[in-house]
């Protein structure tokens, strides 16, 4: 499918590419009708061209005369465009499309598929003489999977008011290169971390199998929202400004890269660049020709120009390509059709649904725009001020609006709770807070979210961690909907989260800070405002008083220990919990007044919701932790990359002896970099997390749960890193304080060693979420529950 070069040279437009985009918050303001069929109709008259006024007498220009003139235009644009690359190498512009996205440190590890990308991070490579950069951070980790993770701790807790949304980026070669990153990819795209992942790929002229050849498009594309593989080094500019984009909008996520080493070595020579714009920017999109087209689009002024519209055929996204200055950029555009299109420009409707939850097939919907003049708007602020017993969920799509949701949450005084990833969007030093909620969560939100009357989920998606079993999960709400005076709300940035998991009775398309600024708005603005959770809020404290999480404590103990000469010794000591410990931890930060300054990572286990129960969260993008994917031995990578972004914090891996088994290689990246970080392994000798299920569903069949531990202190010294070592609740406090606060500027090993507790309470799995195992007894549980 070729398009004839002649046909694109001919005239080019003299007037400049008038660029502009309109945010899709105005687009979406100018809706009005509530029909639910209106987003047809509106689809369906966009289309039509609105020809401005002719100037002249002249006849209108026929369509397809209008849309080649626009391909000309914006195909000279392009070229232009990729002007500022010519004569570079592909790996070259690769980097050079890293600095323009604003990234700064680099994790990876070498191979010889990736030596062409790896040179252009060398300080002596040319590039870099006088260049008016600073170069990009190249960190050496000890394998791919810690350069994947570290990437991820890095963008989950990059500040987020920086020119660049956030964004983590890892590098490495083909084949096992890329097989030691399918966790970390895997683990990003389950909680929503944006994350580029670049690969060396065997030369497109090898022989089939060739040397460290993997799949890795047909490996990492479950795992990615978008993998592809370049054609050729032409494509790279545009390649690389979609891979950033897709990585950092909609719900971020991972996006991975396959460069093989031919094409990192290909010039970008003038001829490369028509070659490219000639036959591979075809007018519609075609899998097998490229990842860009060009697709007709209409600005919101009428015009009709093309778009380039990158990404596969069926998850294609456009781009208005704008000029300023001589300086182009791809301004996203929203193309107005398809749910990955409404994935990325949320369309800020709202749908109401009657009879949600019901299971009535007979469902009457009606839609709107947030707005607070639009009428399915009000009707949806109207359900939450009568509400009596509200409860606001709060996740990780709240992680940039913690003031309006605070804001929101006391103007209506509604009790807020938390998810894993939302921890620290609601200051939970606050009366309302409720803390966190789900299969470890505290018993006040999880009875409170069963009782509630509204439940309000803002930038959550209803994961099976929260919801306990589904059939019984929100029966207050359920019956308040049956009489007509409650129900759900559901705020999501993505349309396909609508009615995934439950079905709300409102669903808001957008934002969370965009639906919390428009009720706080309605709410100011609102005469009669009273505040009808009085009784509920009572209920809250009643409940906190009654269920408190409990720390385990021991009794003294007697018990041999060998001293410095290697004689025995018999001593006493008391042993802790890991509940106990992490009490510790946040008492002494909050007396410090640090825990606003603080961040903490995790490994997966008993020590990680341990953590996540009895840290005092105060900012959102504070606990970082593999929620969803569950993945041990992140603790380590996360709290690297988190002070790689982060280096005024204090950055602490809450680590578990089991999780921080599987990754402790990258011990060496901190000592070699010399990166400040403080990491604390709560050792009970077990994965207790595990031990338990075993207990409670396999009686007690303890199999592959112990751990046989090295000696973590000379492990810290056989990398050069200082450690401290506490068995004890004599001495916790004093090592506690010497682990914070003593060296601020050097890395520091805290082994604990710990008593086996379990963390609760818990929902055993499949049960409702107000059923939960409260205290370690023997507890009659139902076996044939499958553990999942
Ligand atoms: C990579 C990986 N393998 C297995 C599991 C299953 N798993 C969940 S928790 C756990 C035990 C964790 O042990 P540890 O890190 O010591 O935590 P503890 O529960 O003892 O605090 C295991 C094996 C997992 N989550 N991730
Ligand atoms: C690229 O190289 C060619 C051939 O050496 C040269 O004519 C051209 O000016 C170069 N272009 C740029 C932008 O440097
Ligand atoms: C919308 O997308 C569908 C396929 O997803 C396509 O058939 C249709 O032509 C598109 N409509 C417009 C207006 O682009
Ligand atoms: C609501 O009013 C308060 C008090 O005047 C103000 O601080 C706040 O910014 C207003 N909120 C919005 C969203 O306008
Ligand atoms: C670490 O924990 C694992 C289980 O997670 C255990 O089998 C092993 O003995 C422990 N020690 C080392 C050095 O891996
Ligand atoms: C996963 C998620 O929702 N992350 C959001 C955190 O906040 C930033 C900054 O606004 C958003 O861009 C992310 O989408
Ligand atoms: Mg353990």
């Given at each position: 499918?070729?398009?004839?070069?002649?046909?694109?040279?001919?005239?080019?437009?003299?007037?400049?590419?008038?660029?502009?985009?309109?945010?899709?918050?105005?687009?979406?303001?100018?809706?009005?009708?509530?029909?639910?069929?209106?987003?047809?109709?509106?689809?369906?008259?966009?289309?039509?061209?609105?020809?401005?006024?002719?100037?002249?007498?002249?006849?209108?220009?026929?369509?397809?005369?209008?849309?080649?003139?626009?391909?000309?235009?914006?195909?000279?644009?392009?070229?232009?465009?990729?002007?500022?690359?010519?004569?570079?190498?592909?790996?070259?512009?690769?980097?050079?499309?890293?600095?323009?996205?604003?990234?700064?440190?680099?994790?990876?590890?070498?191979?010889?598929?990736?030596?062409?990308?790896?040179?252009?991070?060398?300080?002596?490579?040319?590039?870099?003489?006088?260049?008016?950069?600073?170069?990009?951070?190249?960190?050496?980790?000890?394998?791919?999977?810690?350069?994947?993770?570290?990437?991820e701790g890095?963008a989950k807790s990059m500040p987020i008011n920086g020119?660049?949304k956030p964004?983590?980026?890892?590098?490495?070669?083909?084949?096992?290169?890329?097989?030691?990153?399918?966790?970390?990819?895997?683990?990003?795209?389950c909680d929503g971390v944006p994350?580029?992942?670049?690969?060396?790929?065997?030369?497109?002229?090898?022989?089939?199998?060739?040397?460290?050849?993997?799949?890795?498009?047909?490996?990492?594309?479950?795992?990615?929202?978008?993998?592809?593989?370049?054609?050729?080094?032409?494509?790279?500019?545009?390649?690389?400004?979609?891979?950033?984009?897709?990585?950092r909008n909609g719900r971020p996520g991972?996006?991975?890269?396959?460069?093989?080493?031919?094409?990192?070595?290909?010039?970008?020579?003038?001829?490369?660049?028509?070659?490219?714009?000639?036959?591979?920017?075809?007018?519609?999109?075609?899998?097998?020709?490229?990842?860009?087209?060009?697709?007709?689009?209409?600005?919101?002024?009428?015009?009709?120009?093309?778009?380039?519209?990158?990404?596969?055929?069926?998850?294609?996204?456009?781009?208005?390509?704008?000029?300023?200055?001589?300086?182009?950029?791809?301004?996203?555009?929203?193309?107005?059709?398809?749910?990955?299109?409404?994935?990325?420009?949320p369309?800020?409707?709202?749908?109401?649904?009657?009879?949600?939850?019901?299971?009535?097939?007979?469902?009457?919907?009606?839609?709107?725009?947030l707005?607070?003049?639009?009428?399915?708007?009000?009707?949806?602020?109207?359900?939450i001020?009568?509400?009596?017993?509200p409860v606001i969920i709060a996740g990780q799509g709240c992680n940039d609006s913690a003031e309006e949701l605070m804001e929101f949450a006391e103007k209506l005084q509604i009790p807020v709770t938390t998810t894993l990833h939302g921890m620290g969007c609601f200051d939970e030093r606050h009366p309302l807070a409720l803390n966190m909620l789900g299969m470890h969560g505290h018993?006040t939100p999880n009875?409170m979210v069963?009782?509630a009357?509204l439940i309000i989920c803002i930038g959550s998606r209803f994961d099976?961690r929260i919801t306990?079993?589904?059939?019984?999960?929100?029966?207050?709400?359920?019956?308040?909907?049956?009489?007509?005076?409650?129900?759900i709300i559901h705020v999501d940035v993505r349309?396909?989260e609508?009615?995934?998991?439950?079905?709300p009775?409102?669903?808001v398309?957008s934002t969370g800070k965009n639906f919390l600024t428009t009720m706080n708005?309605?709410l100011?603005?609102?005469?009669?405002?009273?505040?009808?959770t009085?009784?509920?809020v009572?209920?809250q404290?009643?409940?906190e008083?009654?269920?408190?999480?409990?720390?385990?404590?021991?009794?003294?103990?007697?018990?041999?220990?060998?001293?410095?000469?290697?004689?025995?010794?018999?001593?006493?000591?008391?042993?802790?919990?890991?509940?106990?410990?992490?009490?510790?931890?946040d008492?002494?930060l909050l007396?410090?007044?640090k825990m606003d300054d603080a961040i903490f990572t995790t490994?997966?286990?008993?020590?990680q919701m341990?953590a996540a129960q009895l840290i005092t969260w105060t900012q959102p993008r504070q606990m970082l932790s593999s929620g969803s994917?569950?993945?041990?031995?992140?603790?380590?990578?996360y709290?690297?990359?988190a002070?790689?972004a982060n280096?005024?914090k204090?950055t602490i891996?809450v680590?578990?002896?089991?999780?921080?088994?599987?990754?402790?290689?990258?011990?060496?990246?901190?000592?070699?970099?010399?990166?400040?970080?403080?990491?604390?392994?709560?050792?009970?000798?077990?994965?207790?997390?595990?031990?338990?299920?075993?207990?409670?569903?396999?009686?007690?069949?303890?199999?592959?749960?112990?751990?046989?531990?090295?000696?973590?202190?000379?492990?810290?010294?056989?990398?050069?890193?200082?450690?401290?070592?506490?068995?004890?609740?004599?001495?916790?406090?004093?090592?506690?304080?010497?682990?914070?606060?003593?060296?601020?500027?050097?890395?520091?090993?805290?082994?604990?060693?710990?008593?086996?507790?379990?963390?609760?309470?818990?929902?055993?799995?499949?049960?409702?979420?107000?059923?939960?195992?409260?205290?370690?007894?023997?507890?009659?549980?139902?076996?044939?529950?499958?553990?999942?």
């Amino acid at each position: 499918m070729k398009i004839p070069r002649a046909a694109l040279i001919a005239v080019l437009s003299a007037t400049s590419a008038a660029a502009f985009t309109t945010p899709s918050h105005q687009l979406a303001s100018r809706r009005t009708s509530l029909a639910s069929t209106f987003q047809d109709v509106e689809r369906n008259n966009k289309v039509e061209i609105v020809e401005p006024e002719p100037q002249t007498a002249a006849p209108p220009t026929p369509r397809p005369v209008l849309e080649a003139k626009a391909s000309r235009k914006t195909r000279a644009a392009i070229s232009d465009m990729f002007k500022q690359y010519e004569n570079q190498s592909g790996a070259a512009i690769v980097y050079s499309k890293l600095l323009e996205h604003g990234v700064e440190v680099v994790n990876g590890y070498s191979g010889g598929a990736v030596l062409p990308l790896l040179d252009q991070f060398h300080l002596d490579n040319p590039r870099h003489h006088e260049a008016g950069y600073k170069p990009i951070k190249w960190i050496t980790n000890s394998n791919e999977a810690s350069a994947g993770h570290i990437a991820e701790g890095y963008a989950k807790s990059m500040p987020i008011n920086g020119p660049h949304k956030p964004c983590g980026v890892a590098v490495a070669t083909s084949g096992p290169g890329v097989t030691n990153l399918i966790t970390p990819l895997q683990d990003a795209i389950c909680d929503g971390v944006p994350m580029v992942v670049l690969c060396g790929q065997a030369a497109t002229t090898a022989p089939e199998d060739a040397f460290q050849f993997a799949p890795a498009v047909g490996l990492t594309s479950p795992c990615t929202k978008w993998s592809y593989q370049i054609k050729s080094a032409a494509e790279i500019p545009f390649v690389m400004d979609y891979a950033f984009y897709i990585a950092r909008n909609g719900r971020p996520g991972p996006v991975f890269v396959d460069l093989p080493k031919d094409l990192q070595n290909q010039i970008l020579d003038r001829d490369l660049i028509e070659a490219y714009i000639d036959n591979s920017l075809p007018e519609a999109p075609s899998d097998a020709i490229g990842m860009a087209s060009l697709k007709t689009e209409t600005r919101p002024n009428g015009e009709l120009f093309k778009a380039v519209r990158l990404g596969y055929e069926s998850n294609g996204l456009s781009f208005d390509v704008t000029e300023k200055d001589g300086a182009y950029k791809m301004e996203p555009f929203s193309s107005k059709n398809g749910s990955f299109n409404d994935d990325h420009h949320p369309t800020n409707r709202v749908y109401w649904t009657s009879n949600a939850l019901s299971g009535e097939p007979e469902k009457v919907t009606k839609e709107g725009d947030l707005s607070l003049k639009d009428q399915v708007s009000k009707d949806m602020i109207n359900f939450i001020k009568r509400a009596k017993k509200p409860v606001i969920i709060a996740g990780q799509g709240c992680n940039d609006s913690a003031e309006e949701l605070m804001e929101f949450a006391e103007k209506l005084q509604i009790p807020v709770t938390t998810t894993l990833h939302g921890m620290g969007c609601f200051d939970e030093r606050h009366p309302l807070a409720l803390n966190m909620l789900g299969m470890h969560g505290h018993p006040t939100p999880n009875f409170m979210v069963q009782e509630a009357d509204l439940i309000i989920c803002i930038g959550s998606r209803f994961d099976d961690r929260i919801t306990g079993r589904m059939p019984d999960f929100v029966p207050g709400a359920r019956k308040a909907a049956e009489l007509g005076v409650g129900g759900i709300i559901h705020v999501d940035v993505r349309i396909t989260e609508r009615a995934k998991q439950i079905e709300p009775h409102f669903f808001v398309h957008s934002t969370g800070k965009n639906f919390l600024t428009t009720m706080n708005k309605a709410l100011n603005e609102s005469e009669d405002l009273q505040i009808q959770t009085t009784d509920w809020v009572a209920k809250q404290k009643k409940l906190e008083a009654e269920y408190p999480i409990t720390i385990p404590k021991f009794k003294p103990e007697t018990y041999t220990k060998i001293d410095e000469n290697g004689n025995e010794l018999t001593a006493t000591r008391t042993m802790m919990s890991a509940q106990r410990v992490v009490q510790e931890l946040d008492k002494q930060l909050l007396a410090a007044g640090k825990m606003d300054d603080a961040i903490f990572t995790t490994g997966v286990g008993i020590h990680q919701m341990v953590a996540a129960q009895l840290i005092t969260w105060t900012q959102p993008r504070q606990m970082l932790s593999s929620g969803s994917l569950g993945t041990m031995g992140v603790a380590l990578g996360y709290c690297i990359g988190a002070k790689l972004a982060n280096c005024g914090k204090i950055t602490i891996a809450v680590d578990g002896d089991g999780s921080f088994n599987m990754t402790f290689t990258e011990l060496k990246t901190v000592a070699e970099q010399k990166i400040p970080i403080k990491i604390m392994i709560l050792d009970n000798e077990g994965q207790m997390m595990v031990e338990y299920w075993q207990r409670l569903f396999h009686d007690g069949r303890y199999l592959a749960v112990r751990n046989e531990n090295p000696d973590y202190v000379t492990l810290a010294k056989a990398f050069g890193i200082k450690s401290v070592y506490c068995d004890n609740e004599d001495d916790i406090e004093e090592k506690m304080k010497e682990f914070l606060f003593a060296d601020p500027d050097e890395p520091v090993l805290f082994h604990v060693r710990i008593n086996r507790t379990p963390c609760l309470p818990l929902v055993a799995p499949g049960q409702p979420l107000d059923d939960m195992i409260l205290t370690d007894i023997d507890v009659d549980v139902d076996q044939s529950a499958a553990p999942s």
